[in-house]
């Protein structure tokens, strides 16, 4: 058991933190691939196309080479936020059809409820979009968790590398940053939430990475003690 002292707020990574990274990489990622090129043809005019072809450095109207692009981008696991939000636009038939529920981990949804009811502020950051993360947790495994959540953010928050993307959620959150535990798989996340001054928490639900003792770690949400 770990105990932190003094937290107010948790920001929560979702994928190999609150979610198995093979829902992501095994169901919804190969779901938007093969349904992008159809989309991008039947949505044209979709904001998220003309920045991608931005991105891309293609011609807006050249569909095909936008959709081949985004499909590569999605073999590379880039983390475009063009691509994020095209992905989100075609997880939503997934979610609603029913193809798919948001994984989460039983012990991340018990955490996160339990801090909830004790009145902590909980919050995501995800390289994933905002649309996405939504249908993510409307849709989970354990219903419609949205409503335990106060804020939701992603890469236009800032690389989840940097810590000026801790410094604006932190800022937006409205806590001292001593006051916010960031739990992340990944330690140079948390790497960079620590220069701002929030409390780290790496979740080791496998292989323990290089650096991990750098941060407290934890096996899964049930170790975690909030005084």
Not at 123 to 137: D, H, M, P
Not at 159 to 173: D, L, Q, S
Not at 206 to 223: I, L, M, S, T, Y
Request: aromatic share 10%; proline share 4%.
């Amino acid at each position: 058991m770990t105990t932190f002292t003094g937290i107010n707020a948790i920001l929560t990574d979702i994928e190999g933190t609150t979610t198995d990274i093979d829902f992501v990489h095994k169901t919804l990622f190969p779901y938007a691939r093969e349904r992008m090129v159809e989309f991008i043809h039947s949505h044209p005019d979709e904001p998220a196309v003309a920045e991608a072809a931005s991105a891309l450095g293609v011609a807006v109207d050249d569909l095909d080479a936008i959709a081949e692009g985004l499909i590569h981008w999605i073999d590379q696991d880039k983390k475009e936020t063009a691509l994020k939000s095209l992905q989100g636009l075609i997880w939503v038939q997934g979610y609603e059809q029913g193809d798919f529920t948001g994984h989460l981990y039983p012990d991340a949804y018990e955490g996160l409820k339990r801090w909830h009811d004790a009145g902590k502020q909980l919050n995501i950051f995800s390289s994933g979009s905002v649309k996405a993360q939504k249908l993510l947790y409307g849709y989970s495994d354990f219903g419609d968790l949205t409503p335990l959540f106060s804020g939701y953010f992603d890469t236009t928050s800032g690389a989840k590398r940097e810590p000026v993307a801790y410094e604006r959620i932190g800022a937006a959150i409205g806590r001292p940053a001593s006051e916010i535990l960031f739990l992340s798989d990944v330690v140079q996340e948390l790497d960079a939430a620590a220069v701002t001054g929030m409390q780290t928490c790496l979740l080791v639900r496998g292989e323990r990475p290089e650096g991990a003792e750098r941060h407290c770690a934890v096996e899964n949400f049930d170790q975690i003690e909030l005084d």
